[in-house]
């Protein structure tokens, strides 16, 4: 079983519908999660964090069941500028983050 | 002012060849590190650096060797390339504490022919 998974799409959504994908991940003694955006051909960049209370930032949001190991992202309003691919990210210790495959999202106009 | 910088941005060589890979950042970050992003898209760590001191050496081969002459930079050298070593290679930086927010330099496109 991998480390972190996530359906890898891709998924192609209208502009302005929302978008919802999960990741779970297999080690339940993991204390940070979050979700990174990597573009087509650029770098991943952290796009938020994942408090086990859910957070919010604008039109993301993005919750954590430790109980069932699975961490969501939700993209309220989409945009064409949302098209990326999402990582899941897992803390699995000190400066060792373990990545999955992404989800790829489209967003069509 | 990119603030991760690494060079080339790609690279095609011979199977056999040695080849560096260079990376500097300029944000002050104490740590730093090599990922590897497969074909699959999968992101995996390498190795990581804290203020020129290896810290995380994951499962490499030994072809692979790191150098961190000071905080600012870490190169990658690999020796006898193979044809699996094509991949796309990310140089990143954190600070110590907090080390979840990484920034990743642009990425360099290895293929081994």
């Known amino acids: 079983r991998k480390e972190v998974e996530q359906d890898p799409g891709p998924f192609n959504v209208p502009e302005g519908a929302t978008v919802a994908f999960n990741c779970t991940y297999s080690?339940?003694?993991?204390?940070?999660f979050f979700w990174y955006r990597q573009d087509c051909r650029k770098e991943p960049k952290l796009l938020m964090s994942v408090y086990s209370s859910g957070n919010e930032d604008g039109r993301f949001t993005a919750q954590l069941n430790r109980a069932s190991q699975y961490i969501s992202l939700l993209i309220r309003d989409s945009k064409l500028s949302d098209s990326a691919t999402y990582l899941c990210v897992v803390s699995k210790g000190a400066q060792k983050l373990v990545f999955g495959q992404g989800t790829r999202l489209t967003i069509n106009p | 002012d990119t603030a991760v910088s690494q060079t080339p941005k790609y690279l095609v060589t011979q199977m056999g060849n040695d080849k560096s890979i260079k990376c500097e950042q300029n944000?002050?970050?104490?740590?730093m590190y090599w990922y590897k992003q497969d074909s699959k898209k999968f992101l995996k760590i390498m190795f990581s650096?804290?203020?020129?001191?290896?810290?995380i050496n994951e499962t490499v081969p030994n072809r692979f060797s790191p150098k961190s002459p000071d905080k600012a930079h870490l190169n990658l050298h690999i020796n006898s390339l193979e044809l699996g070593d094509s991949a796309v290679y990310f140089c990143?930086?954190?600070?110590?504490?907090?080390?979840?927010?990484?920034?990743f330099g642009s990425g360099t496109q290895l293929s081994v022919l």
């Open positions: 650096y804290n203020n020129k001191e290896l810290i």
């Open positions: 080690n339940s003694a993991s204390q940070s």
């Open positions: 944000l002050g970050h104490d740590t």
């Open positions: 990143a930086s954190s600070h110590w504490q907090g080390g979840e927010k990484l920034f």
